[in-house]
């Protein structure tokens, strides 16, 4: 039998009948309301903290890369890059930090500054750096050009020859340079005795065409427009240029790990005939994209997955999109690849619910078996408390015997001042969740029988006559003593 909490309060805390004249105070919160709450708020907090972390999780990651030079073809890409993943709406976003270089570019991601940069090969590759993509390869163009008038010498046509001769270099890099002492000395050509002039891209034809070298070296992708424009100078000022092969670019490739064995196919300069007019063997060096070593997994492996799916789209605008290739992801490799790339190219890439989803699942685990050891420590600590509620209705239940043979009213009025401080003391034990319904209920029936007694009790003592009663309070006082 479930009774209302309004009929615990609808007696006289004073012993009064009368419940009209007593005015009804509010019922208080049940304990199992009070838990349904509370587990309520509860799964509401986990499910808030998960939304929470899935948002910050999935939020767009902005990534800092260092490319440079200014107007290369690589700050070209890098920025088409960028919108497109901007226009797309990608997870992963670019901000391009432009650099003097490659070198500048490795030295930013070497001191944390960048999270992603474009390095050459062939330079010393920071430490902190693992590779996400090749950018693109680059491969060697030497070629001799027959001079005019006074300054027109023998024919050169190996590099063997090239002791004693001025060499120009294509670009103010050092790693240029570095790369022809490198050739040179594969092929016992001492570096000190050749003349080596650099020159930056928007001289070429002046430099070409005031005959300041005898042999030029390009280093930069197959189709170079400034490698094109160079050759094509060449042929308007010194008539057909003779292409150096490298034939040793095996041998370099093998002391040099950075470098690769490569051919220049024949006429990819155009002509006619065509330049070269036969395949050219050479060697060729890549442009990384690189990632310092903490940027986290998920992100590299999100980035290489825009990269690819973008790459296509940007052939139109960028053709050297269409030559962005997967890291190398063998253990040797000369550059280690990043786990999140190399996720993404074994098809390991995890998702977020494949990733955190044991985390999940334990922290569920986890909260529900601290709840239950909170609910039974938050029994156990009212244990006190539902023991002296016990007692207190035991005493209830003596208190209707000793109703029934109380002969005053006196004695009565003290005994329902008694019950209204134990009706207090059990109210506040349920509010406090110490005692269920169940015992409430229980309550409420031996607080009616106590009222009940009372009452009738008062009823009898009224109806006898005044001596009668002072008669029996004498005697068991009497008895008493």
Same mark, same amino acid.
Not at 210 to 230: E, F, H, M, R, W
């Given at each position: ?29 049940? %304990? ?37 030079? *200014? ?31 490659? &070198? ?15 390095? !050459? ?48 270099? @294509?670009? !103010? ?31 070429? %034809? ?20 400034? &490698?094109?424009? %160079? @050759?094509? *100078?060449?042929? !308007? ?54 990632? !310092? ?109 000793? %109703? ?78």
């Amino acid at each position: 039998m479930k009774l209302s909490l309004k009929r615990l309060f609808g007696r006289s805390m004073t012993g009064g009948l009368n419940l009209a004249e007593t005015p009804s105070p509010p019922s208080p919160r049940s %304990a199992a309301r009070k838990t349904a709450l509370v587990s309520l708020a509860l799964v509401l907090a986990i499910v808030g903290a998960l939304a929470g972390g899935y948002y910050f999780a999935m939020r767009p990651v902005t990534l800092k890369i260092a490319v440079g030079p *200014a107007n290369s073809d690589d700050v070209k890409v890098v920025q088409a890059l960028t919108q497109a993943f901007t226009q797309n709406k990608s997870q992963v976003r670019l901000r391009p930090i432009q650099t003097d270089g490659a &070198t500048a570019s490795a030295n930013a991601l070497a001191e944390g500054k960048v999270d992603l940069a474009i390095v !050459r090969g062939d330079l010393d590759v920071p430490k902190n750096a693992q590779a996400v993509a090749t950018l693109r390869k680059n491969v060697v163009v030497l070629w001799s050009v027959p001079g005019k008038g006074k300054k027109k010498g023998a024919k050169i046509t190996k590099i063997a020859q090239l002791a004693g001769h001025r060499i120009g270099v @294509i670009g !103010r890099t050092q790693a240029n340079v570095n790369l022809l002492k490198v050739i040179l000395q594969q092929y016992g050509v001492d570096p000190a005795k050749v003349e080596i002039v650099q020159f930056p891209a928007n001289e070429v %034809a002046e430099a070409i065409k005031a005959q300041k070298a005898d042999i030029y070296l390009a280093a930069g992708p197959v189709n170079s427009k400034i &490698t094109g424009d %160079a @050759i094509a *100078a060449s042929v !308007r000022e010194g008539g057909t240029p003779t292409f150096l092969a490298i034939d040793s670019a095996d041998a370099i490739a093998q002391n040099h790990p950075v470098y690769e064995s490569s051919e220049i196919p024949a006429g990819t300069y155009g002509g006619s005939p065509d330049r070269p007019d036969e395949e050219v063997k050479t060697i060729s060096f890549a442009h990384h994209i690189v990632a !310092r070593k903490g940027v986290s997994e998920t992100t590299i492996a999100a980035f290489t997955r825009q990269l690819f799916a973008v790459r296509q789209q940007l052939v139109a605008e960028f053709p050297l999109a269409a030559k962005i290739e997967t890291p190398d992801t063998d253990k040797d490799a000369v550059i280690p690849v990043h786990p999140g790339a190399a996720a993404f190219v074994d098809g390991e890439e995890k998702t977020f619910l494949d990733k955190y989803s044991d985390y999940i699942w334990w922290s569920l685990m986890a909260l529900s078996a601290m709840g239950s050891i909170g609910a039974w420590f938050a029994g156990y600590l009212k244990k006190d408390e539902r023991d002296n509620n016990s007692h207190l209705r035991d005493r209830l239940l003596d208190m209707i015997a000793t %109703a029934r043979k109380s002969e005053t009213t006196e004695e009565l009025d003290q005994m329902q001042t008694e019950a209204d401080e134990i009706l207090r003391d059990t109210l506040r034990c349920f509010d406090h969740g110490a005692i269920e319904e169940a015992a409430l209920t229980a309550f409420n029936i031996a607080l009616d029988q106590f009222h009940a007694a009372v009452a009738d009790r008062k009823a009898v003592l009224f109806s006898l006559p005044q001596n009668l009663q002072r008669a029996g309070a004498q005697f068991r006082a009497a008895g008493n003593a």
